[in-house]
Nanobody, 122 residues
């Protein structure tokens, strides 16, 4: 298990950009695939993006593909999500998650952060 702490959420105007950060701690954290999920009010938590331990493999949900870039800096024990051209439908609580498997399947993520709120105003 790793401990994950998100930051960088806030209120942003539609069309703007945001960079979310996830601080990772725990043994062998470089072995973990790290991902972002989000949950809007009344909806299920959904996959946004993931990056493998080495950073060589990335996944994006269709809803953010072309607008988001996931990255990680293992030397800083951190992972990031840059999202541009924000839309009102991006409004959600964004969660950082960790998995021993390279996957976009929520059920395979065993470590979770507390979440950070992103609100996009139109």
């Amino acid at each position: 298990q790793v401990t994950l702490i998100e930051s960088g959420g806030g209120l942003v105007q539609a069309g703007g950009s945001l960079r979310l950060s996830c601080l990772v701690s725990g043994s062998a954290s470089d072995d973990y695939t790290l991902a972002w999920f989000r949950q809007a009010p009344g909806l299920e938590r959904e996959f946004v993006s993931a990056i493998s331990g080495s950073g060589g493999t990335t996944f994006y949900a269709l809803s953010v593909k072309g607008r988001a870039t996931i990255s990680r800096d293992n030397a800083k024990n951190a992972m990031y999500l840059q999202v541009n051209s924000l839309k009102s439908e991006d409004t959600a609580v964004y969660y950082c998650a960790g998995s021993r498997t390279i996957t976009d399947s929520i059920g395979l993520y065993s470590s979770w952060g507390q979440g950070t709120q992103v609100t996009v105003s139109s």
